[in-house]
């Protein structure tokens, strides 16, 4: 008896189950070990299977992860607020973009220029991180530039190996992950409400202001969430953009497991930084749905 | 203010073109629209009435010619400031308002107090029978309850003019007819200008005062809805309207009368109100209304005209019967439409029978 021959819901189990298996792999299985292992503490070369809270203890005691000191940041508020910056930053640069390929191109010509936005994709993100550092470097091409035209003497420092230079990386990088969902969210707007708004008295721009940025805000909500979640665990643009200066969350949990040997310590610090982008992204989704409440 | 046919023109277009491209959607619109009438713009779709319409709200420039509105040359003057409100097709309903906010929302600017607007809009729903909807949120509404928002919401703003595109084409047969009359009482409360946009003929008849029918951005005929109907001033504009049966016929004066010879029923002399885009001696066509055409049913007799024939088709609409009658000598069948009257019998395909008519409800159509 082939399978097609069985009830509709062992046909179901069985055309499911290969990317559940699959999901139950390489997602659920990794995430409970980490779980696991974040209770446990490392003895030499063992790990020492004895639960213990151990790990969060050290977290929230030393300065060095949650709480900080005088002179820097915690590297998770850090974190939170680098993320918080690209964020900021892409969707705030994305906005416009959006907005220029749903109201201004012409239909006929808007696949053209979602496919150009996709462009800088065609390049490995490793190459896009090392093409930033040639341009932002201390002989870099902003700085040359601006050496050769007399706008500065000496190449400036602040461009290359501290913070802004992961937040312009990661913004650019993040870019069309902000830009599709405001997009769909702008061309889902009914343009009749404009001319409605235009009717009952609005300019252009209070038009914008009272309808076109309250209709898109599902739209700015997804991209928010699109950039913030993946920015906070984004390992390779800090690692290659802060040199030996600072650390990121990221930076430190790869730190933890592969050069201290702390896996432990490096699970709990992964659990803490998953549960704070929880908790923001749920504060997000529930001021949203606030928001949108008997609206959209 | 109700609408009086000596009142002041409120609205004028001189020789207004539009041109998408190559497209010359409207060719030289000359037109004015007085002070409380309900004025309808009626036309096949494409013929340009909803580009007329977007014009005189100022979503469209005109790419010659002038409007004025109560005076006032529209040139350079955007939707935002004319003295116009429409309601859109789609209503437009701005779905992350409440229907108060909706219907409040062109008061930002109003000086009143924030009590005096929340009355304004209380007043503005009860108007439109909506009295104590103004909570719900605007996506929960039917298609009947938007449009009644779309209406409170432009006539809250006390517009001299109000645009209608097609307002009643997206809502059921039952509702659409409510809404006629509807639209009619309001119009003749409040007194302001309609200016409606629609394809359905029947709509236009009921609600205008006046009518103007456009084909291929030219207004072919403006009249009031009787002379519409009874006297259209060409083959386009009577088959547009209603139906009307052509007949080929020849005209001829005969000591200063009009008579015509229409094929398959015979002579008879008009009147000159019965050819309204004049007439000349020779080969014409004449147009007859079902309704003026009537079968004499067995046992009825009449002093008027007749011609006699066979049913071709029965079409049977329960109040009206309508018969496709052949008679000799024309190529298409007469239709004609009889009352179910108590006693009437309904005929069969194939019965013989006579035609009545009657000259006065002759129009030569001579284009």
Redesign the interface.
Known sequence: MGILDTSPRVRAAALVAPPFLYALALLAFPLIAIIVISFWTQSGLALNRVFTLENYREIFSSPIYVWGNANRWGVLPLSLFVSATVTLVTVVLAYPIAYFVSFVVAPERKALWLFLITIPFWTSYLIRVFLWKVILGFNGVVNTGLQSLGVIEEPLSVLLYNLNSVIITLSHAYAVFAILPIYVALEKI?R??L?????????RF?TFL??TL??SVPGIVGAVLIVFIPTIGDYVTPELMLGSGGRLMSNVIQTQFLQLNNWPLGAALSIITMLAVGIVSLVFILLNRRW?R??? | MTYSPSAAPLIQLRDVHKHYGDYHALRGIDLEIKKGEFFSLLGPSGCGKTTLLRTIAGFEAPSSGSLTIDGRDMAGVAANHRPTNMVFQSYAIFPHLSVAENVGFGLRRDPRSKAEKARAVAESLEMVGLGGYGARAAHALSGGQRQRVALARALILKPKVLLLDEPLSALDKKMRETMQVELIKLQRNVGITFILVTHDQEEALIMSDRIAVMFEGNIAQMADPETMYRRPNSRRVAEFIGKMNLLPATAAMERNRIVVDVAGLGRGAIEPDQAPSGVQPGATTVGIRPETLSILFPGETTDRRLAAGTVDEVVYFGDMTYYDVRIPGVEQPLTISMKNLIGRPVLDVGAVTQVVWDERSLVVLSR
């Open positions: 009914d009749s409400l001319e409605a708004s235009q009717d009952l008295g609005e300019s209070s009272r309808v309250p209709l949108l008997g609206r959209a």
